[in-house]
Nanobody
Framework: EVQLVESGGGFVQPGASLRLSCAASGFTFRDYYMGWFRQAPGKERELVASVQVMDSPTYYAGSLMGRFTISRDNAKSTLYLQMNSLKPEDTAVYYC???????????????WGRGTQVTVSS
């Protein structure tokens, strides 16, 4: 059974940093493209970032490049999202995703985690 379990979310003030983690199991992690989506209240789900099988980033949402960094550790079957200089508009549920093909905003994704809440507020 494929499982993607996110952790690391929380409530932080603007300007703070968080690192999200996604522990993967039930599939050969190193063979899958991985990514992070997010969904804010009342908004559509959007792709935040995705990474290729060899830890080379594929995509960043334009507004997030420079603040967010996606990475993966194939030995630990874990995906990360380092988020710096957080803003209130980053408030959302963040989802870990996995797919055997490249992950871009318009491509389908095979597996989803349940999400972790990130709230940025003063």
């Amino acid at each position: 059974e494929v499982q993607l379990v996110e952790s690391g979310g929380g409530f932080v003030q603007p300007g703070a940093s968080l690192r999200l983690s996604c522990a993967a199991s039930g599939f050969t992690f190193r063979d899958y493209y991985m990514g992070w989506f997010r969904q804010a209240p009342g908004k559509e789900r959007e792709l935040v970032a995705s990474v290729q099988v060899m830890d080379s980033p594929t995509y960043y949402a334009g507004s997030l490049m420079g603040r967010f960094t996606i990475s993966r550790d194939n030995a630990k079957s874990t995906l990360y999202l380092q988020m710096n200089s957080l803003k209130p508009e980053d408030t959302a549920v963040y989802y870990c995703v996995a797919s055997p093909t490249i992950i871009l905003p318009s491509t389908p994704v095979d597996y989803w985690g349940r999400g972790t809440q990130v709230t940025v507020s003063s």
